[in-house]
């Protein structure tokens, strides 16, 4: 599980989001750090088990994205993220496609998945495959299931002109307008302090792998 003292340091970042009061609370943040880094390496397993695309031998160290933030071209110039990232690719590493990712932020923590703003060429793939197999896709996000978890998935970022090559009267036009493809779920802090987090997650995990399947299928 995630610990009080993890959410107690992101909370307290939040605040003191300076140089001198990290490097004051630097074993807070290792701590953290480590915590999270614990919980990542069982969600591994527990992930794999589900989905094999998720290599077992991921570092759970190079999961967890870093807490310092590129300011270079942010107008925030704060140094340091308020929150732990934790990817993991069903890719080889530097390949982009679908993944589950998990984000630890006091009263801001979920867990996704999917395939985020896909670069030109996948989007153009993910985009035809939605045209050639509609059905299929439909059958994933439109199962009452999912839509109790992660709402209606059309309800995302999309164009607001028609994509390129694709009229308006397509019967799939508006999951043919979007330009993310995730599935998304709000948890409470409440929940990342329970024992069973792991297997929670997992268990989201589990209703988003299709999803993944056919995003990867797409752009295989």
């Given at each position: 599980?995630?610990?009080?003292?993890?959410?107690?340091?992101?909370?307290?970042i939040?605040?003191n989001?300076?140089?001198?009061?990290?490097?004051?609370?630097?074993p807070?943040?290792?701590?953290?750090?480590?915590?999270?880094?614990?919980?990542?390496?069982?969600?591994?397993?527990?992930?794999?088990?589900?989905?094999?695309?998720?290599?077992?031998?991921?570092?759970?160290?190079?999961?967890?994205?870093?807490?310092?933030r590129?300011?270079?071209?942010?107008?925030?110039?704060?140094?340091?993220?308020?929150?732990?990232?934790?990817?993991?690719?069903?890719?080889?590493?530097?390949?982009r496609?679908?993944?589950?990712?998990?984000?630890?932020?006091?009263?801001?923590?979920?867990?996704?998945?999917?395939?985020?703003m896909?670069e030109?060429?996948?989007?153009?793939?993910?985009?035809?495959e939605i045209?050639?197999?509609?059905?299929?896709?439909?059958?994933?996000?439109?199962?009452?299931?999912?839509?109790?978890?992660?709402?209606?998935?059309?309800?995302?970022?999309?164009?607001?002109?028609?994509?390129?090559?694709?009229?308006?009267?397509?019967?799939?036009?508006?999951?043919l307008?979007?330009?993310?493809?995730?599935a998304?779920?709000?948890?409470?802090?409440?929940?990342?302090?329970?024992k069973?987090l792991?297997?929670?997650?997992?268990?989201?995990?589990?209703?988003?792998?299709?999803?993944?399947?056919?995003i990867n299928?797409?752009?295989?």
């Open positions: 599980m995630i610990t009080k003292e993890t959410l107690d340091f992101l909370k307290d939040t605040v989001n300076n140089r001198e009061w990290f490097m004051d609370n630097k807070r943040h290792d701590k953290a750090r480590e915590n999270v880094i614990d919980f990542t390496g069982e969600l591994i397993k527990e992930v794999h088990k589900i989905d094999p695309a998720v290599d077992e031998n991921l570092d759970p160290k190079k999961c967890v994205m870093r807490i310092y590129d300011v270079r071209f942010s107008p925030d110039k704060t140094p340091y993220k308020r929150n732990f990232g934790i990817s993991l690719s069903r890719q080889a590493k530097g390949v496609g679908s993944e589950y990712y998990i984000h630890i932020e006091p009263a801001k923590a979920f867990v996704a998945g999917g395939y985020w896909p030109a060429a996948h989007l153009k793939a993910i985009r035809q045209d050639y197999n509609a059905h299929e896709l439909k059958s994933i996000v439109d199962e009452p299931g999912f839509v109790k978890l992660f709402g209606n998935f059309r309800d995302q970022e999309k164009l607001k002109t028609l994509p390129r090559d694709y009229a308006a009267d397509n019967e799939n036009i508006e999951l307008k979007l330009k993310s493809f995730i998304f779920r709000n948890l409470e802090d409440k929940e990342l302090l329970q069973d792991v297997k929670n997650v997992a268990d989201l995990c589990s209703k988003i792998y299709p999803l993944n399947v056919f299928n797409a752009i295989a």
